[in-house]
Nanobody
Framework: QVQLVESGGGLVQAGGSLRLSCAAS????????MGWFRQAPGKEREFVAA????????YAADSVKGRFTISRDNAKNTVYLQMNSLKFEDTAAYYC???????????????????WGQGTQVTVSS
């Protein structure tokens, strides 16, 4: 089993920045891919970004490219999501997820991830 704990959410004005963290524990050796998803009220869970645990290749949704950056610190078993130029429409609960080897075409599918954190709320005021 893998446990994921997110932190760093909060209230920020439009144009501001936040950094989310996701600390992994347990059988972390089984992780190949980690991702961030978000879900706004009344909407489906949406892919935000993903990163390979080894190699560090990153992938991001078009809606956040150029504004959000995913990174990892293997020594700390932690993945980060740096969010800049935040918009009102970025308001959502953000979830960290972990999985094995997920093909590039499937990174945006939440069903491909085996483990999930409890989520952290990000609220952007306009």
């Amino acid at each position: 089993q893998v446990q994921l704990v997110e932190s760093g959410g909060g209230l920020v004005q439009a144009g501001g920045s936040l950094r989310l963290s996701c600390a992994a524990s347990g059988r972390t050796f089984s992780i190949n891919t980690m991702g961030w998803f978000r879900q706004a009220p009344g909407k489906e869970r949406e892919f935000v970004a993903a990163i390979r645990w080894s190699g560090g290749n990153t992938y991001a949704a078009d809606s956040v490219k150029g504004r959000f950056t995913i990174s990892r610190d293997n020594a700390k078993n932690t993945v980060y999501l740096q969010m800049n130029s935040l918009k009102f429409e970025d308001t959502a609960a953000y979830y960290c997820a972990a999985g094995g080897m997920i093909t590039i075409s499937a990174l945006s599918l939440s069903t491909k991830y085996d483990y999930w954190g409890q989520g952290t709320q990000v609220t952007v005021s306009s």
